[in-house]
């Protein structure tokens, strides 16, 4: 079954989705944060076919969220890095993992934080630019921004088929 195409919606969170939203690409993002940079380690970490494996790091590929760097000549052997666009998404980690643990870990958390700096567990906190206070869905609301309008005049709704 083909997966609905999201890159034409008027919305960062759905354009994001398409790049992103399929379960597997995060999981590789992850491990790669993780360390994990080789093919088989990520196969073998995820329990995923060598297929479908090959498929979702080329869309990462593609989107300029990872880079394939030869790390073997003879034979031809790669390494997946983050580039700058998937190193941003380590806060989109952060929190989806603070989520998690609340809502889904019933035995306790299968891995902490450790802020490097002071050497104490922590937990990500999303706040504001300006005043610093935390932000929550109670705290904020949204408005178009500058790209709203030429966005959505350009935006084609999928055809229905």
Known sequence: MKRTDFSHMCCSVARSLDLIGEWWSLLIVRDIFLGMRRFEELRQDLGISRKVLTERLETLISAEILERRRYHERPERYEYWLTEKGTELFPVLLVLMQWGDRWTAQNGV?????????????????????????????????????????DCLQATPPSIT
């Open 110 to 150: 299968p891995r902490e934080i450790i802020h490097t700096t002071c050497g104490k567990l922590t937990q990500p906190v999303v706040v504001c630019a300006h005043c610093g206070t935390e932000l929550n869905a109670h705290n904020i609301h949204t408005r178009p921004g500058s790209g709203s309008i030429t």
